[in-house]
Each structure stands twice: as C-alpha cells, then as structure tokens.
C-alpha cells in the first residue's frame, strides 16, 4: 500500500494510493477556495478602469521628459506636486450616477485614483517644470540647469 503525492491539472496536490479514491491535501483544498473566481455580482460594481498609467522617460541634451498615458481625464483631474526633488502625479475622481428604474432609483458610484512618484536628479531646473495635457497624454518637460547641458567637443590647437 504506498501512498503518492500527484498535482492535478489546476496545480494542487492529491494524495493517491492503489487501494481507494483520491482527496486533495489540505493546503491544496484551502488554496481552491480561496483561489475560486467571485461570481460576477460581487464584482460588477467595482471600478477595473485605471490602475497605473503607463510612463515614458526619456532625456535630451537639454531636458527630461515624462509622458504618461491617462486617457478620458481632464486638466483639471490631475495634481502635480515638486517636493525634496520628487515629483507626484495624482488624480482622484468620484462617478455617481442615478436613473429610475420601475419602482426605485438605482445609483451607481466609482472611485479611481494613482499617484506615481519620481525622483529627480539634482540637474533640474525645478522652476522651469511645465506641464501639458493633449489627447490623453500627460507631458511633463524638466528643463536641464545650464552645468548639466553637455557642451559641444572643441579642437585645442598645439602652441
């Protein structure tokens, strides 16, 4: 009579013999219930919409730049903040929404919000920071101090 530890299909463990049938271990059947998808009502109403936008970085000669991609906001849903040479971008929106249905009014309610923070190098001109919001991209352009531009190679002549 020799017992064996099988993983089924969906990853957990079974213990087998030859003699009779098979029963998942106990940890393998905790992690099925836990693991189990919420039926759809639990879930409808709750916002899947922005989690963290996706971000570019890049650098020129005389700037850094932040692009993120944060369609359907407005202007005025963002918040960016400069603070010890970290910049945040935030935003936070509340959706209510109400229609009559039969003999009620339904509402219906979402939250959204992030806040991605970057650390900036000691060469920005923090006061020249600008910000820009076009067809759902947030720019963000940090102009380099004048030590922090490299300067163009030269020729040095023998004497």
């Known amino acids: 009579m020799s017992n064996l530890v099988t993983t089924r299909k969906n990853g957990s463990m079974a213990n087998t013999n030859s003699n009779g049938p098979t ?26 919409g922005i989690t963290l936008p996706k971000v570019n970085i890049r650098e020129s000669n005389n700037a850094y ?14 918040h960016i903040d400069l603070d ?5 971008i935030s935003t936070e929106m509340e959706e209510s929404n109400e229609r009559q249905e039969a003999n ?7 939250y959204s919000s992030f806040k991605r923070s970057f650390s900036l190098p000691e060469t920005v001109k ?3 920071i600008k910000a820009e919001y076009t067809n759902g991209v947030l720019s ?10 490299p300067k163009p190679a030269r020729s040095i002549k023998i004497s």
């Open 23 to 48: 029963f998942p271990t106990w940890p393998s059947w905790i992690d099925e219930m836990f693991n189990r998808d919420l039926p759809s009502v639990f879930t409808s109403n709750f916002n899947t």
């Open 65 to 78: 730049f932040v692009d993120m991609a944060v369609p359907g906001l407005k202007k005025s849903d963002f």
């Open 84 to 88: 010890n040479q970290v910049l945040s």
């Open 104 to 110: 009620f009014t339904r509402r219906e309610f979402g």
């Open 126 to 128: 923090e006061d020249d």
């Open 140 to 149: 963000i352009h940090m102009p380099k101090k004048e030590e922090a531009i």
